[in-house]
């Protein structure tokens, strides 16, 4: 028999094009007649337009057309909207502004210069009103909506009963997407009614939905290409405005128009990890039994939208504790809406529970990872559900081997190494297991070669090899005659990329369509081969790419058997889904982060020595990306606890770091010896390959680790993120 390929070391598919220049990105595309589009943004946060001034732009050099409220062609979705409606920002609708750097108008020229230039003479003038930024001083104005209900279990509060209780806030700013590809769409107009779109998205079918809806033109006249995408994060798993005015941009003028927003644009345009306070209560026996957590969350929102996220999520099931209550509130703010963020939600609430659960353990005078275990959820306390799999206590085992953990010592700022004081952290983090629906269509060809389809995304986690590695390992055929074919809304339907379900969801269609057809090449081995004719279908055993009778005696291979038929090709196409299990289980990936640190005890400057991630998330489909993964999450970790912080001028409602220069993501200087590790044991309940999420688990907990260790090195506790030198020499203990 053939090698297994999953859990193998794969290297990726489309690799090589990659690395290359072979792969084509949105705006690699150039259909005939392009012409190229620049926004004009709002310098103001709110107030309305008072007038449009563009007759110095139009009669710039190749200029076509300058298009805002007052002649954009209609939207017929905008016009069902009911007044008031909380359902996004209406491009070009009105002359309404609501935050700083909305777009008012969409230039378009036969040069991307020529629209730049042109869009710096739109002149216009502005009704400027009271703006709110900033959300401390915005408090007042906090509500909850119909999605964030309060919870409780047992009793609320019941932490301050407790024999040793911590209590603190806790603060995340806002964080920025900054992938190195930028946003932005290319739109054609081929009919009145059929669009045809290039776009930066996490999910093909989402986009037609979403322009089907908006336009309301029939599904099949929407056109949308997909195949690669640098980078997402969460910033491309909706349409966004902007996509909205190119779109309307090209049904007005009716050539192909091309919108790529620049780097400052990406700080207004696409989303943002929300700025969210957080109050984490917490108490415990004597012993370290937890007796009650109180987790409320404020973050904030746009005026337009009610952006909700799971900021609380983890508080209610990660430990075993009989009193949890929760709270969840929004500010909406002079800001566009933000949106999911890699680790969305679970991210943000983590590094409070976290840091709490680490200060409760300095308060006990216990071992941090002790009072972890001690209070491990064998069942899931919010669902009174088994989990279909769990091996967390496993890998707290791995991890605190892999970093030396029973070097830490538990007094801060007793350990130094070359002048520099050291400390040891560490932290857990959970996400759920999802398993959505999705269609796949399998073909195979008379030379042994399959092809599958689906309209899925990749944007960066490897997608079509992990689907080639699972075809093989069901089919026998070789993964170099296998090719998966994606990012087109013209493949069957798939869910978006987000929420760490890609392969469990189109990786079971895999599944599922590589055995069907197999099936149908029983039936025709059953109806055609002599040797098969008196088989049973379900006897039959597939191996190697053969069929081989249940005595073993008889057997054909694929190619052959489609070769003495006479047949092109065998195709089928299969919609798969989970069933009634998550009705029994509750389905979760978890991952643990230890950190070694040092900080220099002058400057306050804080250095990550040493990081160990392990991963429970069911059987690895191919170890090779998985571990990219986990260290893409460990990196975006390291910019969420010690750099990123998108800073505004409340003033203004400007941003003041809107670029690479002063918006400090993590770089390789930052990024330390990293170790990952795998549980890798299959999950025997979610999907036919055992597979659980690992994109959003690589960094939710990550910043705690990181804030934990600090303390452990400076007795200094930082509950401000990010983690910069002054506040590790300000804060006290």
């Not at 290297?11 to 005939?32: C, M």
């Not at 050099?61 to 209609?74: E, F, K, Q, W």
């Not at 994060?233 to 091309?258: D, H, N, Q, S, Y």
């Not at 991963?615 to 390291?638: E, H, L």
Request: proline share 5%.
């Amino acid at each position: 028999m053939k090698k297994q390929q999953t859990g193998q070391s794969m290297d990726r598919v489309d690799g090589r094009l990659k690395v290359t220049g072979g792969a084509r990105y949105f705006a690699d595309h150039q259909p005939d007649g392009l012409l190229y589009a620049a926004l004009v943004c709002s310098p103001v946060s709110s107030g309305t337009i008072k007038s449009v001034n563009a007759t110095l732009a139009l009669r710039a050099p190749g200029v076509v057309d300058v298009v805002s409220h007052l002649n954009a062609p209609r939207v017929p979705a905008y016009q069902e909207s009911k007044p008031g409606a909380k359902d996004g920002l209406k491009i070009f609708k009105d002359d309404r502004i609501y935050s700083n750097g909305q777009p008012v108008a969409i230039v378009v020229a036969n040069t991307l210069e020529r629209a730049v230039y042109a869009a710096s003479l739109v002149e216009v003038q502005y009704n400027q009103e009271t703006h709110y930024t900033d959300m401390n001083a915005s408090m007042d104005k906090a509500f909850q909506n119909s999605r964030m209900k309060d919870y409780v279990r047992g009793e609320a509060g019941a932490w301050e009963k407790a024999a040793v209780t911590h209590t603190a806030q806790y603060t995340i700013p806002l964080e920025v997407h900054n992938p190195m590809e930028l946003a932005g769409i290319i739109a054609h107009w081929t009919t009145p009614d059929t669009l045809t779109l290039y776009a930066k998205t996490q999910g093909v079918k989402s986009v037609q939905e979403t322009i089907q809806d908006l336009f309301k033109i029939p599904e099949q006249n929407i056109t949308v290409h997909s195949q690669f995408v640098g980078g997402g994060f969460g910033m491309a798993l909706r349409i966004w405005p902007l996509e909205v005015a190119t779109i309307l941009a090209a049904k007005k003028i009716r050539k192909p128009v091309k919108l790529v927003i620049t780097r400052d644009q990406m700080f207004t345009l696409v989303g943002y990890r929300p700025n969210a306070t957080q109050q984490l209560s917490i108490g415990a026996t004597a012993e370290g039994k937890l007796t009650g957590i109180t987790h409320e969350a404020v973050a904030i929102t746009s005026p337009y939208e009610d952006f909700t996220e799971g900021i609380v999520a983890m508080s209610k099931f990660m430990y075993a504790c009989p009193n949890v209550n929760t709270k969840y509130q929004l500010v909406p703010l002079n800001m566009s809406t933000p949106v999911w963020m890699r680790g969305p939600g679970e991210a943000t609430g983590s590094f409070a529970l976290e840091s709490a659960i680490d200060e409760l353990a300095h308060k006990l005078k216990m071992d941090p990872l002790q009072l972890r275990v001690i209070n491990h959820a064998d069942v899931d306390p919010e669902k009174n559900l088994p989990f279909s799999s769990k091996y967390l206590k496993e890998a707290y085992e791995i991890g605190a081997e892999k970093i030396g953990w029973t070097n830490r010592n538990p007094v801060p700022r007793s350990r130094e190494e070359d002048g520099m004081l050291v400390g040891y952290g560490m932290s857990s983090g959970t996400f759920g297991a999802y398993r959505g629906k999705a269609t796949v269509s399998a073909t195979l060809k008379a030379d042994g070669s399959l092809v599958l389809q689906s309209a899925a995304s990749d944007i960066g986690p490897g997608t079509a090899t992990a689907m080639v590695q699972i075809a093989a390992d069901v089919t026998g055929i070789a993964p170099e005659k296998i090719k998966f074919m994606l990012g087109e809304s013209s493949y069957p339907f798939a869910p978006e990329q987000g929420g760490s379900s890609t392969v469990s969801t189109v990786g079971s269609a895999v599944s599922d369509a590589c055995k069907a057809l197999q099936q149908q090449l029983a039936t025709i081995a059953i109806s055609n081969i002599p040797a098969f004719k008196t088989a049973a279908p379900e006897t039959i055993i597939y191996e190697d790419g053969q069929l081989l009778t249940a005595n073993r005696q008889e057997k054909i291979s694929y190619e052959a058997l489609l070769q003495q038929q006479q047949l092109p090709e065998v195709k089928v196409m299969t919609t798969s889904q989970g069933g009634p299990e998550r009705k029994k289980y509750s389905m979760y990936s978890f991952s643990v982060h230890f950190a070694k640190v040092h900080v220099h005890p002058a400057t306050g400057v804080v250095r990550i020595k040493h990081i160990v991630s392990v991963a429970d998330a069911g059987t690895i489909v191919n170890a090779k990306t998985a571990r990219s993964q986990m260290i893409g999450g460990v990196v975006g970790g390291i910019g969420m606890a010690l750099t990123e912080e998108a800073i505004l001028d409340h003033r203004f409602g400007r941003f003041v770091n809107n670029n690479f220069a002063d918006y400090h993501v993590a770089v390789n200087a930052d990024t330390p010896p990293t170790d990952v590790y795998f549980i890798n044991k299959k999950d025997p309940y979610i999907n036919p390959m055992g597979s659980k999420g690992m994109g959003e688990i690589a960094l939710i907990g990550f910043a705690a680790a990181v804030a934990n260790a600090v303390f452990n090195a400076t007795g200094k506790r930082v509950r401000d993120l990010p983690i910069t030198p002054d506040k590790v020499l300000e804060t006290t203990a």
